[in-house]
């Protein structure tokens, strides 16, 4: 029977440690670390994200400011509201929230935010200083959260093959990337992959993050793996991981639950990236 990993108590911490050094950042420098949201169109989930985003700056000490726009927004109006916070000396983060509405390019918009401001770390800038291993970028955060729910179990990553479900520029490949940093052998599996139990079978990590509801069951992990589920699905109603988590919960070692694992760690980085950004801009 698989230990759960419990994603509040992990994300508690990073947060308590973010609320400590915002409190020694204000009081060193007279103002608080500041997020602001872009949110275009009138998506429900994104409403939800936001408003915790913005609950979770306050908790921490931190402020935060959300732009509204319109679902009708053109290209060039919302490129002009991104280039307004990046002259925005009190703004030291800037995330768009994803998915844009219909007719708007997500890549030419993240593009034009401040690399120094992209706490999503999605700039072309700060993912290429990913691939090349420099910790001086962002690094966004739902990946980061894998990794420290992960080291919270208290293996060694280094040497373990690893499996990532899922290829997205958001999720799947900074999570290999992050892994195979720690020297992790990691395969990268994708709705193409040729029997992907045989992958899985044989790997001590899994992380799945490809957005199909269970996915994994249980006779496709390997005895005593720990397994990170990304995915968020609604089935008859309910949310439900990548993982079938009945089933995988008698294999795996460790194991994520959904709601309450990896959604917490990807806030609390959040707000870790985005204090970091104040503590880099700051004169």
């Known amino acids: ?68 726009l319109p679902a009708t927004i053109r290209q060039e109006e919302l490129t002009a509201k991104v280039r307004e916070l990046n002259a925005d000396k009190s703004v030291h983060g800037i995330l768009v929230q994803i998915p844009l509405p219909e007719g708007l390019s997500e890549q030419a918009v993240l593009g034009e935010i401040d690399p120094r401001k992209d706490v999503d770390g999605l700039h072309p800038l700060n993912m290429g200083k990913l691939l090349k291993g420099d910790d001086s970028g962002f690094v966004p955060c739902t990946p980061q959260g894998v990794i420290e729910l992960i080291l919270s179990t208290g293996i060694d990553i280094s040497g373990k093959e690893a499996a990532v479900i899922g290829r997205s520029n958001i999720v799947g490949k900074p999570t290999a990337l992050l892994l195979m940093q720690r020297h992790a052998t990691v395969t990268i599996c994708h709705s193409r992959t040729k029997d992907l139990g045989t992958v899985l079978r044989r790997s001590e990590i899994v992380v799945s993050a490809v957005g199909s509801a269970r996915l994994v069951t249980g006779e496709m992990v390997k005895p005593g793996a720990v397994v990170i589920d990304v995915g968020t699905n609604r089935v008859a109603g309910k949310l439900v991981g990548d993982v079938d988590f009945d089933s995988v919960k008698e294999a795996a070692g460790y194991i994520t639950p959904v709601p309450g694992g990896v959604g917490p760690m990807t806030i609390a980085f959040l707000l870790k990236n985005t204090l970091r950004a104040a503590q880099l801009l700051a004169p």
């Not at 029977?1 to 419990?6: E, L, R, S, Y």
């Not at 508690?12 to 872009?38: I, M, S």
């Not at 009138?42 to 000490?61: F, L």
């Open 1 to 68: 029977m698989a230990q759960i990993i419990d994603g509040r108590k992990v994300s508690d911490k990073v947060r308590e440690a973010v609320r400590e050094e915002a409190a020694r950042f204000v009081a060193k420098h007279g103002y608080k670390p500041k997020l602001a949201v872009v949110l275009a169109g009138e998506d429900p989930a994104s409403q939800i994200y936001v408003r915790n985003k913005e609950k979770g700056c306050a908790e921490v000490g931190m402020d935060s400011e959300v732009r509204r």
